[in-house]
Each structure stands twice: as structure tokens, then as C-alpha cells.
């Protein structure tokens, strides 16, 4: 039995043994409040057959954490039961979710119809990484489905969109889009990342598959990276799982254990971040130095709309367009105090970006405006500080711009 190895007794065993396999106590009859963390990488097997099987399929019992974890099950049983999905695959990103999921259902010679105000790092994979594997991809404007569905060949085997898009947040009519995936015989998958499962929940509407970067309002600290992907068919997952296996971005247990700890606070800083982004909104709109303010709870959002039908909430990133353009932009992200200049959104702390001066640096004007990004565009992942000190830096830093 493997217990027995457990158990180095004093007289049977010499001090270095005794060392290497320490003491161990039995599992407690009580049942830990917080998940334990199994900081483990390997697990023992009693019987040749189980440790086969686990090694063949999802759920059949733990190997090796490449593979699955305790820890990283519970995530995947949490982040599947919020989603409204069967079955869950945690990765140690969400770029890692997102190769997994794209490099198991498309094959050399196989198609995907993305939306065109993609993530960069999704669209980097599908025109590079994808390419070199014979797979070809083509952009739509997701608001115009009958573009998305004239998109659609006999080769198409997904429709990939994002609930909320960065930096302009548009809301993707996922109805209507999953409505066209079904007649097309072929997968929605969505990045929930930026509305969360508390705003949105994609599989009601039609998706087979949701995606998250658990690294923004899911893990919500800033202290953590990680990703999820939903499914709604087993099969779908099990080659996920093995994509994921074979990729290798697998997690560690600790870092789905901070994801698991910030879910359990996920409706109460979603509810906050949109009510200090709502207030932060309205403040901007207002302001003489800034021409347009992108958030979907205003209501002359193009996507206002379809956010009041298919979100519960607007979500804490918001973009706006300072007159002034590049330098005006560089100079307010600079004189910023509270809110710091950094990559990543969905934390605690505001956090600001000037993709003219940073990501996109390299684009001149024409190109920035073509991905639909303006010289002088800030986008702000709004914190849960409250609403006025952020108002009062900002305004200080509007000055300076
Ligand atoms: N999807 C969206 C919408 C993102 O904003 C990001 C990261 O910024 C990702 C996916 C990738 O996630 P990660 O950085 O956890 O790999």
C-alpha cells in the first residue's frame, strides 16, 4: 500500500530515510476552509492500471501536475460551474488557454473568422504561430454579422470573439454571433476576460467554448498570472487538455490557488469597478481637454445597446482620446500619481496605458488609426480606489497634459 511509505517508523528506518520521507499525518476528517494548495509535482499510484487511465483523459485521478492538480481541479470545477459550462482547463496564462483552445480545434488547412480589434497577443498566434501550421485566419468587424457570416467558408471550423474589446470596448452581439456559428456547424469561442463571468456569461448565448486571462478580474490583485478556457463538450475539452499537455503552459498550484482566492471576491470588485468607472466616465466626458470617452454604460457608446441586453455591468476599463494627441498622451500617463503606467488591467490599483507611446509606438498615425486607436487614446483599467481621488488625479494630470 502507498500509506505505508508514509510512515518511516524509528526503528525500521535510518536517519536519512526518515529525512527524505518525513513523517506523514493522515488527510483531516475536517474539512479545510480554504483549499489546501498540493504543491506537489508527482503523485503515487498503488495500481499500474489508474495511473494509465489518468494519463489517457481528463478526470481520472492525478499523475503528474503537468497534466491535472487537486488545487488546479477545484479552480476548474469553479471557473466551469460560473461559466455555466461542463468542464473547465486551467493553464498558466491566458495566452496559454488561448494556443490550447485555437491548436485543438484547428487543423492545417482549416479556417477561423476572428473579430478585428483583437488582443494582440491572440492575434500575433493566429497570423504567426497558426500560419505555420496551415491555418488561415480572416478579420471581420464583429458589429456587422452579415460580414461575419459572408466571412464563413467551408473551411471555417470557429468564430472567435471578445465579449468587451481593448482599448475601444465594443460589446460583440454574441446572440447574433452564436446564431451564425450554429447555422454554420462550427464553434463560438469567446475571451470573456474583461466582462468577467459576474457581467457576462458567453455559453447562455451560444458559445462552445469561453476564455479567460485569470490574470485580470479573476485573480483581481495584480499578483498573478494564469488563464481558463470553458467548455461545453467533453471532447473539446479532452484535446484542449492534450494540446495544453503537449504546449506544456500547464499551471502551478499556487497560482491557481491565488485565482481561486480571488474569485471568491469577483462579484464585489465587479460591482465596485463599475460603479467608480461609471463615476470616472461621466467626470471625463465632461472635461474640455478630452474629445471622447469609450466606456459601454454611456449612452453614446456604439455598443451601448448591446451591452444593456447582454451585460450586467459595464466593467472597470475605459479608454478616452486627449486633445493634444501622442504628446499630450505620453505627458498625462508621466504626470499620472495614484494610477501607475503599466501593462495588464482588472487589479485593485488604476492602472493606465498610451498604446501610441508604448505597445504601438512603431504605428504612425494612419496605422493607429486603422486598428482604430487615436494618437492621444489613454486607457484606464480602473481600480477600486475611490472615485474622487482618482477624479483629483487625473485632473492634476489633465493640467500637465
Ligand atoms: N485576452 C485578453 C483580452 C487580454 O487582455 C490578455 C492580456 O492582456 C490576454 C487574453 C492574455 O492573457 P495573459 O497575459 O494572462 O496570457
Given at each position: 500500500m502507498a500509506d505505508d511509505h508514509s510512515y518511516t517508523d524509528h526503528d525500521t528506518y535510518s536517519f536519512g530515510t526518515r529525512a527524505v520521507h518525513g513523517t506523514r499525518v493522515p488527510p483531516p476528517a475536517e474539512r479545510p476552509i480554504s483549499a489546501p494548495i498540493f504543491q506537489s509535482s508527482t503523485f503515487a499510484f498503488d495500481n499500474a492500471e489508474r495511473y494509465a487511465n489518468a494519463l489517457s483523459?481528463?478526470?481520472?485521478?492525478?499523475?503528474?501536475?503537468?497534466?491535472?492538480?487537486?488545487?488546479?481541479?477545484?479552480?476548474?470545477?469553479?471557473?466551469?460551474?460560473?461559466?455555466?459550462?461542463?468542464?473547465?482547463?486551467?493553464?498558466?496564462?491566458?495566452?496559454?488557454?488561448?494556443?490550447?483552445?485555437?491548436?485543438?480545434?484547428?487543423?492545417?488547412?482549416?479556417?477561423?473568422?476572428?473579430?478585428?480589434?483583437?488582443?494582440?497577443?491572440?492575434?500575433?498566434?493566429?497570423?504567426?504561430?497558426?500560419?505555420?501550421?496551415?491555418?488561415?485566419?480572416?478579420?471581420?468587424?464583429?458589429?456587422?454579422?452579415?460580414?461575419?457570416?459572408?466571412?464563413?467558408?467551408?473551411?471555417?471550423?470557429?468564430?472567435?470573439?471578445?465579449?468587451?474589446?481593448?482599448?475601444?470596448?465594443?460589446?460583440?452581439?454574441?446572440?447574433?454571433?452564436?446564431?451564425?456559428?450554429?447555422?454554420?456547424?462550427?464553434?463560438?469561442?469567446?475571451?470573456?476576460?474583461?466582462?468577467?463571468?459576474?457581467?457576462?456569461?458567453?455559453?447562455?448565448?451560444?458559445?462552445?467554448?469561453?476564455?479567460?486571462?485569470?490574470?485580470?478580474?479573476?485573480?483581481?490583485?495584480?499578483?498573478?498570472?494564469?488563464?481558463?478556457?470553458?467548455?461545453?463538450?467533453?471532447?473539446?475539452?479532452?484535446?484542449?487538455?492534450?494540446?495544453?499537455?503537449?504546449?506544456?503552459?500547464?499551471?502551478?498550484?499556487f497560482a491557481s490557488w491565488l485565482v481561486l482566492r480571488g474569485i471568491k471576491t469577483l462579484p464585489i470588485r465587479m460591482r465596485q469597478h463599475c460603479l467608480v468607472a461609471r463615476a470616472v466616465a461621466e467626470w471625463l466626458e465632461r472635461h474640455p481637454k478630452v474629445e471622447?470617452?469609450?466606456?459601454?454604460?454611456?449612452?453614446?457608446?456604439?455598443s451601448h445597446a448591446v451591452a444593456r441586453r447582454i451585460l450586467s455591468g459595464n466593467s472597470g476599463l475605459l479608454s478616452f482620446d486627449l486633445r493634444g494627441g501622442r504628446e499630450a498622451g505620453r505627458r498625462f500617463t508621466e504626470a499620472a500619481r495614484l494610477a501607475s503606467l503599466a501593462p495588464s488591467l482588472g487589479g485593485v490599483e488604476t492602472l493606465l496605458s498610451h498604446p501610441a507611446s508604448t505597445t504601438h509606438r512603431q504605428l504612425s498615425a494612419e496605422a493607429l488609426a486603422q486598428a482604430g486607436i487615436g494618437e492621444g487614446l489613454i486607457r484606464v483599467s480602473i481600480g477600486l480606489e475611490e472615485p474622487e481621488d482618482i477624479v483629483a488625479d487625473f485632473e492634476q494630470a489633465l493640467e500637465i497634459a
Open positions: 483523459r481528463p478526470g481520472q485521478g492525478y499523475s503528474y501536475t503537468r497534466y491535472e492538480n487537486p488545487t488546479t481541479a477545484q479552480l476548474e470545477a469553479t471557473m466551469a460551474n460560473l461559466e455555466g459550462g461542463a468542464h473547465g482547463l486551467v493553464t498558466a496564462s491566458g495566452m496559454g488557454a488561448i494556443s490550447s483552445v485555437l491548436l485543438s480545434l484547428l487543423h492545417s488547412g482549416d479556417h477561423v473568422v476572428l473579430q478585428q480589434s483583437l488582443y494582440g497577443g491572440t492575434y500575433s498566434l493566429v497570423t504567426g504561430l497558426a500560419r505555420t501550421f496551415g491555418i488561415e485566419c480572416s478579420f471581420v468587424d464583429p458589429s456587422d454579422v452579415d460580414a461575419v457570416r459572408a466571412a464563413i467558408k467551408p473551411t471555417t471550423r470557429v468564430l472567435y470573439a471578445e465579449t468587451i474589446s481593448n482599448p475601444t470596448l465594443e460589446v460583440a452581439d454574441l446572440p447574433a454571433l452564436g446564431a451564425v456559428a450554429r447555422d454554420a456547424h462550427i464553434s463560438l469561442v469567446v475571451d470573456n476576460t474583461v466582462a468577467s463571468p459576474y457581467l457576462c456569461r458567453p455559453i447562455e448565448h451560444g458559445a462552445q467554448v469561453v476564455i479567460h486571462s485569470a490574470t485580470k478580474y479573476l485573480g483581481g490583485h495584480s499578483d498573478v498570472v494564469s488563464g481558463v478556457a470553458v467548455f461545453t463538450d467533453a471532447e473539446q475539452h479532452r484535446a484542449a487538455w492534450k494540446a495544453m499537455l503537449d504546449l506544456g503552459p500547464s499551471p502551478d498550484p471622447r470617452v469609450y466606456w459601454p454604460g454611456l449612452p453614446n457608446h456604439p
